[in-house]
């Protein structure tokens, strides 16, 4: 049962636009909720994260936003540059533990 | 400052053979955490240690899969009589104790033939 989902496999966008990188999660519990990035032969790499409590982090080029009504998470990053180019996780984990639960991942593109 | 760190970074095996991967976490950090990401999936969490606690064994696949953690730093991360599904990479990553930020290591990619 995958309880974070990213159904988009791959998103291809030009530098300067927005991409939006979208999460959904199955598991009400789940209470805080991150990105991570992840370059080839790489680990992943934090990139931004949000608490339950909040709608909306910023940080730089990053947004994430939180809808917990419909469990749903999404990332924004504007404008796009050519070395955002990767594999992004959405991650979450509940209750205060430190286990993640990772979605599959999204390959994002951004040409020039 | 280090990072944390995996080795080795690749390991071919032959199915039935044993293995040990190796972490070094942040120093520091009293959590430890062993994930695995097979091939179009995501990261699965596979064990988690924190400080002198029991370990949280819940995410290992099978009895074949272990872990120890030696005086709170390394941990080693074996398993025994591989099989063609335990190919992967497995990622160690490590946090200050009540941190929510993970740090990863860059990975062992294990083929098991």
């Known amino acids: 049962d995958q309880q974070v989902k990213q159904n988009s496999p791959s998103l291809s966008v030009q530098e300067g636009r927005i991409s939006i990188l979208n999460c959904d999660y199955t598991n009400s519990m789940f209470d805080y909720f991150l990105w991570y990035k992840k370059y080839p032969a790489e680990g992943p790499t934090f990139l931004i994260s949000?608490?339950?409590?909040?709608d909306k982090n910023e940080d730089g080029r990053f947004t994430v936003f939180l809808n917990k009504s419909a469990k749903h998470l999404s990332l924004h990053i504007v404008p796009s540059q050519p070395g955002d180019s990767a594999v992004y996780f959405c991650a979450a984990k509940a209750g205060g533990g430190n286990k993640l639960t990772f979605g599959t991942g999204t390959q994002l593109k951004v040409e020039l | 400052g280090a990072g944390v760190s995996q080795s080795p970074s690749n390991k071919v095996t032959e199915k039935g053979k044993d293995v040990e991967l190796r972490c070094d976490p942040i120093?520091?950090?009293?959590?430890l955490y062993w994930y695995r990401q097979s091939l179009g999936q995501g990261l699965e969490f596979l064990i988690y240690?924190?400080?002198?606690?029991?370990?949280?064994k819940s995410g290992l696949p099978s009895d074949r899969f272990s872990a120890e953690r030696t005086g709170g730093s390394v941990s080693t991360l074996t398993i025994q009589r591989t099989q063609q599904e335990d190919s992967a990479v497995y990622l160690c990553?490590?946090?200050?104790?009540?941190?929510?930020?993970?740090?990863f290591g860059p990975g062992t990619r294990l083929t098991v033939l």
């Open positions: 240690f924190q400080g002198n606690s029991a370990p949280d």
């Open positions: 949000i608490s339950s409590i909040k």
């Open positions: 120093s520091g950090h009293t959590a």
């Open positions: 990553a490590s946090s200050l104790v009540h941190g929510n930020e993970q740090f």
